[in-house]
């Protein structure tokens, strides 16, 4: 059993940072992938940032690219979100998740099995 637990949301002015942190337990944790979705009211979990936790490779949506940075340590099993530049858009429930599988895509929620319970963030005009 593998869980994830999120922090470092919180209420911020527009054009503030905010840096989201996904701390893993359980088993031994080796993901293909790991992932971060965001959920706004009344709206569907969308895609965020996603890391190929061996590689490194980095994928992002195309309204946080440049803006937010997908990270990871190996030692503590923890996945990072740096978000500069943060917009009142921006405001949602990010959740992390852990892949399901070996390989494939990254960005659709479809492909993770495991999710933390979410973190809010707030974006101010």
């Known amino acids: 059993q593998v869980q994830l637990v999120e922090s470092g949301g919180g209420l911020v002015q527009a054009g503030g940072s905010l840096r989201l942190s996904c701390a893993a337990s359980g088993r031994t944790f080796s993901p293909y992938a790991m992932g971060w979705f965001r959920q706004a009211p009344g709206k569907e979990r969308e895609f965020v940032a996603a890391?190929?936790?061996?590689?490194?490779?980095?994928y992002y949506a195309d309204s946080v690219k440049g803006r937010f940075t997908i990270s990871r340590t190996y030692a503590n099993y923890t996945v990072y979100l740096q978000m500069n530049s943060l917009k009142p858009e921006d405001t949602a429930v990010y959740y992390c998740?852990?892949?399901?599988?070996?390989?494939?895509?990254?960005?659709?929620?479809?492909?993770?099995?495991?999710w933390g319970q979410g973190t809010q963030v707030t974006v101010s005009s």
């Open positions: 998740a852990k892949h399901r599988g070996a390989s494939g895509r990254a960005t659709t929620k479809d492909v993770y099995d495991y």
């Open positions: 890391i190929i936790w061996s590689a490194g490779y980095t």
